[in-house]
T-cell receptor
Framework: GESVGLHLPTLSVQEGDNSIINCAYS??????FIWYKQESGKGPQFIID?????DKRQGQRVTVLLNKTVKHLSLQIAATQPGDSAVYFC??????????FGRGTSLIVHP | DTEVTQTPKHLVMGMTNKKSLKCEQH?????MYWYKQKAKKPPELMFV???????INESVPSRFSPECPNSSLLNLHLHALQPEDSALYLC?????????????FGPGTRLTVL
């Protein structure tokens, strides 16, 4: 059956603040990383990706940082809006086209 | 059109029923996937089809049977399911089997097994 008491890490922010969502990945051989956003009742949606030969990549209001030394990935969202409220998953690919999803973080944006 | 569609949105079935989930994409993608997602957990890979052939089966019980009738369609046939199979079933597709190919997900089918 389903695990009882399993909670997603949660990040609560005020509208307009910057948000930072962190992810620790497991496979040192992973060379491609993706952030997905999953809103309630929807499937995961691609936000931004980064290859292992980069340490930073910027999109529209989002920035992904990669620290391969400590196997850490972060997603920064600038000027967070209520529409950013969702669960955010990091995913890694290491030699395969199939992503392995991380645990997920629930972002709650308060107006 | 960058959309993956799934039907039905919701499905309630008994343990003796047979039902099917359907997934469709018209992006010309050649890789299609089934995932299972329990509440507050990440998606778990079940099956991968590449060029209409089953390429990965993640040790899924035989009560789940995938089918890829053509390059645009992916079905998941369900038979004799258990209550613990209740979950959100997600379909996804990608251009191919390249590292940087982006997966596009459908909205999922919320399955409840009574």
């Amino acid at each position: 059956g389903e695990s009882v008491g399993l909670h997603l890490p949660t990040l609560s922010v005020q509208e307009g603040d910057n948000s930072i969502i962190n992810c620790a990945y497991s496979n040192s051989a992973s060379d491609y990383f993706i952030w997905y956003k999953q809103e309630s009742g929807k499937g995961p949606q691609f936000i931004i990706d980064i290859r292992s030969n980069m340490d930073k990549r910027q999109g529209q209001r989002v920035t992904v940082l990669l620290n391969k030394t400590v196997k850490h990935l972060s997603l920064q969202i600038a000027a967070t809006q209520p529409g950013d409220s969702a669960v955010y998953f990091c995913a890694e690919k290491g030699g395969s086209y199939i992503p392995t999803f991380g645990r997920g973080t629930s972002l709650i944006v308060h107006p | 059109d960058t959309e993956v569609t799934q039907t039905p949105k919701h499905l309630v079935m008994g343990m003796t029923n047979k039902k099917s989930l359907k997934c469709e994409q018209h992006m010309g993608h050649r890789a299609m996937y089934w995932y299972k997602q329990k509440a507050k957990k990440p998606p778990e890979l079940m099956f991968v089809y590449s060029y209409e052939k089953l390429s990965i089966n993640e040790s899924v019980p035989s009560r789940f049977s995938p089918e890829c009738p053509n390059s645009s369609l992916l079905n998941l046939h369900l038979h004799a399911l258990q209550p613990e199979d209740s979950a959100l079933y997600l379909c996804a597709s990608s251009q191919g089997a390249v590292l940087t190919d982006t997966q596009y997900f459908g909205p999922g089918t919320r399955l409840t097994v009574l």
